[in-house]
């Protein structure tokens, strides 16, 4: 079954790839056997919905207990997929086109049937004409959700309260206190420092048998060593690391103690935000993202007076091992990737 031209060119635009032949859903098949055949040729620039929402329907499609809940789930996802690929391909040409399918275009049996064809799937007249009312009906509701403007700190709109109704807490200290004696010298192998615990580092830094100062060059060097060969890190703060390493250790000659992190380095992934520094989120179009406000997480770290050494990769959007800057490498075997929103932070 042969994808419009159109479509075609979409998906492989934003799939930075070229996509093989989708071979027809028969009766009676499993539906995840309908796929995308992809050759991937460069990281995702940006996050493609139709490959995203086709991903996401044919999932919905193995779960559907009955055959309307597939015809309308599977279409669904297929026709909106599908009709956001047909709006990107109007904008390239030269006439006018509306911003999305939403836009005063009224779905047809047709535009259904043409998304068909990027899932593979093959349904009848009949059936297309059942679905016509749930589609429509789903096209404005996400043409409203488009129309709603959220900033990146919104909170999402349902919240977990692990506390069970009517029951009292008690409240309690917020405060990591960590267990056991850590009387070991401060090895003369570089490396061993750096793999030390947390809790034997902070002996050490509390003992005066070692800085802050001197901690944080040591992983520094080892940054400026294996990154260019791991890519585990997009953003290495320096100079910012060694500000906050001289602070720690001018607070412990002077008794201040922030806890168990304090004067310790940490590399921090992409996804969170830090005022002045790049947070990327590994993806192309945010490359030069330098946010205004730090992340909760990001100042509750700074109060705890641990020391930021950068921020480390992820794929883009927090999927896969590819990010704008290369590839995050397995540091174990660098033939393979490591991947994920924690891809830099485990490779590091």
Not at 23 to 38: D, N, S, Y
Not at 86 to 102: D, E, R
Not at 134 to 139: M, P, R, V
Request: aromatic share 4%.
């Amino acid at each position: 079954m042969a994808i419009p031209a159109c479509l075609r060119g979409v998906v492989e635009e934003e799939a930075g790839g070229s996509i093989g032949a989708v071979p027809p859903l028969k009766r009676g098949e499993a539906p995840m056997k309908a796929q995308f055949v992809i050759q991937r040729k460069s990281i995702l620039p940006t996050p493609a919905p139709a490959i995203i929402l086709a991903r996401d329907f044919l999932r919905g499609l193995a779960m559907s207990s009955s055959r309307r809940d597939v015809l309308k789930g599977a279409v669904a996802g297929a026709c909106i997929a599908g009709a956001g690929g047909l709006s990107a391909c109007a904008k390239k040409g030269a006439g006018a086109a509306p911003a999305s399918m939403t836009d005063g275009v009224k779905l047809t049996e047709k535009i259904i049937a043409d998304a068909e064809k990027v899932a593979g799937l093959n349904f009848t007249a009949r059936e297309r004409a059942m679905m016509l009312d749930d589609l429509q009906g789903s096209l404005e509701t996400l043409a409203k959700t488009r129309g709603a403007t959220l900033e990146n700190a919104e909170a999402p709109a349902l919240v977990f309260d692990p506390k069970l109704p009517r029951r009292p807490v008690k409240s309690q200290k917020n405060a990591l206190v960590l267990g056991g004696t850590y009387a070991a010298p401060v090895p003369a192998n570089e490396a061993d420092i750096a793999y030390a615990s947390i809790a034997q580092q902070g002996a050490w830094l509390r003992s005066g048998a070692l800085t802050s100062a001197r901690l944080t060059e040591i992983y520094l060097t080892r940054i400026e060593q294996h990154n260019p060969a791991l890519s585990a890190f997009i953003t290495v703060t320096a100079d910012l690391a060694r500000k906050e390493a001289a602070a720690a250790d001018k607070d412990f000659a002077a008794g201040k103690d922030k806890g168990p992190l304090h004067g310790v380095p940490y590399a921090l992934k992409d996804l969170a935000d830090t005022a002045g520094v790049l947070t990327t989120w590994g993806a192309e179009p945010y490359q030069a993202r330098v946010p205004a406000t730090d992340a909760e997480v990001v100042r509750k770290l700074r109060n705890a007076g641990a020391v930021l050494l950068g921020k480390t990769a992820l794929g883009a959007i927090a999927y896969g091992d590819r990010w704008f800057g290369g590839v995050t490498k397995n540091p174990w075997n660098p033939l393979e990737g490591s991947s994920g929103s924690s891809a830099g932070s485990a490779s590091a």
